[in-house]
């Protein structure tokens, strides 16, 4: 018997992707034993790639220079999103995060003056969750959203503080803490609050950065404490991290990292 709901990754598959990725990040023409550098695959593997995709047209090859470079034949599957409104994009992959994990999730809008702003929110089917209201406005510090975003700015630890200090917490974390957590959030890109910023409630988030390294939308799993084990709450993170970092390069335009 096959369990239908297990999704197997095809290794082929993925190793294209990440050739893609990679050559789409460079924005240049480039030979393909540095491309099996970047990617870490294998010479022979990654000819044999770039022979595929070049003769499906997905990426061009000049036969003098020996380097290859994105094609116009991506085009073909980026028609259908161009002149898509972003939020639609949006939707379909954080409702499949809820559906998957069974929560709920808040998609928060970051403003000039440092507050966050609901904007929409997606609840996996019949489950117990709470009830945050459209266009419902926070502090920017609040909550796990708060934590990410004084790690993405770099905020030093004295402004911080003060952004710390504007928030309304029904049961207030130390400052150590908080900052403590901030700078875990530096490295991994999420953050949680457990019951803080609301008594019962779990909630992880991260953040999607604009093309500047500026902070343009807020992402949080809300649940009723007690819903989600450990696990299950660093799983979400993760969707949720995977989820901002898709946000970040496809919309906002940002470079991909190193």
Same mark, same amino acid.
């Given at each position: ?37 970047? #990617? /870490? !695959?294998?010479? +022979?593997? %990654?000819?044999?790639?770039?022979? @595929? ?6 990426? &061009? *090859? ?90 993405? #700015? /770099? !905020?030093?630890? +004295?402004? %911080?503080?003060?952004?710390?200090? @504007? ?6 974390? &130390? *400052? ?83």
């Amino acid at each position: 018997m096959v369990d239908e709901g297990v999704q197997k990754a095809v290794p082929a598959v993925q190793n294209a992707i990440s050739i893609l990725r990679q050559l789409a990040a460079q924005g240049r023409s480039i030979g393909a034993t540095q491309i099996a550098r970047e #990617t /870490g !695959l294998n010479v +022979s593997s %990654t000819f044999n790639i770039l022979r @595929t995709l070049t003769n499906e047209g997905l990426l &061009s *090859f000049d036969p003098e220079a020996k380097t290859y470079r994105i094609g116009m034949g991506l085009m073909e599957f980026a028609i259908p999103l161009l002149g898509a409104n972003p939020a639609d994009l949006i939707r379909s992959t954080l409702t499949a995060i809820a559906k998957d994990h069974q929560v709920m999730i808040a998609l928060w809008q970051i403003t000039e003056n440092q507050r966050i702003v609901l904007t929409d929110r997606f609840t996996a089917p019949r489950i117990v969750h709470a009830v945050l209201a459209r266009d419902s406005r926070l502090p920017v510090f609040a909550g796990a959203i708060g934590r990410c975003y004084a790690a993405a #700015t /770099g !905020l030093d630890k +004295s402004a %911080t503080k003060k952004g710390f200090d @504007t928030v309304i917490w029904q049961d207030p974390p &130390s *400052f150590e803490s908080y900052w403590a957590d901030v700078l875990t959030a530096r490295e991994t890109g999420t953050a949680s609050d457990r019951g803080q910023l609301f008594r019962g409630l779990d909630i992880v988030a991260t953040l999607a950065l604009d093309g500047e390294g500026v902070p343009r939308l807020g992402m949080s799993s809300i649940t009723i404490a007690g819903q989600q084990t450990e696990e299950s709450l660093s799983a979400v993170a993760s969707a949720l991290r995977g989820a901002a970092e898709q946000i970040e390069r496809c919309i906002f335009c940002r470079p991909t990292p190193g």
